[in-house]
């Protein structure tokens, strides 16, 4: 159970051009889904928050035009990165809570996009 | 300002020693969970503890919540090479959840 998926597992575009990443949970309903960002040799980064049917709460520093999240449903979050820039590229990561689990703190991850801007 | 600190921060260790990850924290929290992630994958969870006191085991790796849940521990039984990884500690705050930055282990055969 608390399967999480993501496509693309990777995607190589060129500078300038939008990517969009899908993260979904499999077996469960989340109310709640994050997006992170991590560079090599490092931890996780949170970019932002994504509830279902509203708008993200994004952290600080992180561009909402350049990073655009959408929670249509309860199991579907999508990250839209636009006119991607070299310095764009890095691995990108969702996780989902799980509404129903005993311990709803709990994420669960999907297994991360590695996006390559040229 | 890290709220989860975690150490070592990188540890490289022979197969079949033993080895103790710490996650500290001066904050309390509501639950505290244990990834593992393997190099170019997501974080994959080991176990969720929520009160304090408590200990899980999951084969050689034992997890313990401090009394106070404001820590937690992890330690591995004859470590294998399998066990390689980055582990994150990860606390829960009402809304938020914060990440430690990690403990990178690497076990040689």
């Known amino acids: 159970g608390a399967v999480v998926s993501q496509h693309p597992s990777w995607v190589i575009c060129k500078s300038g051009t939008s990517v969009k990443i899908e993260c979904r949970s499999l077996?469960?309903?989340?109310?709640?889904m994050f997006w992170y960002r991590q560079f090599p040799k490092q931890s996780l980064m949170l970019m932002a928050t994504?509830?279902?049917?509203?708008?993200?709460?994004?952290e600080q520093g992180v561009e909402k035009d350049k990073f655009l999240i959408n929670h249509a449903s309860l199991t579907l979050s999508t990250l839209t990165v636009t006119s991607a820039h070299p310095e764009d590229s890095s691995f990108y990561i969702c996780?989902?809570?799980?509404?129903?689990?005993?311990?709803?703190?709990?994420?669960?991850f999907g297994p991360g996009t590695r996006l390559t801007v040229l | 300002t890290q709220l989860l600190e975690q150490s070592p921060q990188f540890l490289s260790i022979q197969e079949g020693e033993n080895l103790t990850v710490y996650c500290n924290s001066s904050?309390?929290?509501?639950?505290l969970q244990w990834y593992r992630q393997e190099p170019g994958d997501g974080p994959v969870l080991l176990v969720t503890?929520?009160?304090?006191?408590e200990v899980k085991k999951l084969k050689r790796l034992t997890f313990q919540f401090g009394d106070a849940r404001k820590d937690s521990s992890l330690h591995i039984t004859a470590a294998q090479p399998g066990d390689t990884g980055l582990y994150l500690c990860?606390?829960?705050?009402?809304?938020?959840?914060?990440f430690g930055a990690g403990t990178r282990l690497f076990v040689k055969a």
């Open positions: 996780s989902a809570r799980d509404r129903l689990a005993g311990a709803p703190d709990t994420q669960y």
């Open positions: 077996d469960f309903q989340a109310t709640t």
């Open positions: 994504s509830n279902e049917g509203s708008k993200a709460t994004y």
């Open positions: 904050s309390v929290f509501s639950s």
């Open positions: 503890v929520v009160t304090g006191g």
């Open positions: 990860a606390g829960g705050r009402g809304f938020k959840t914060i």
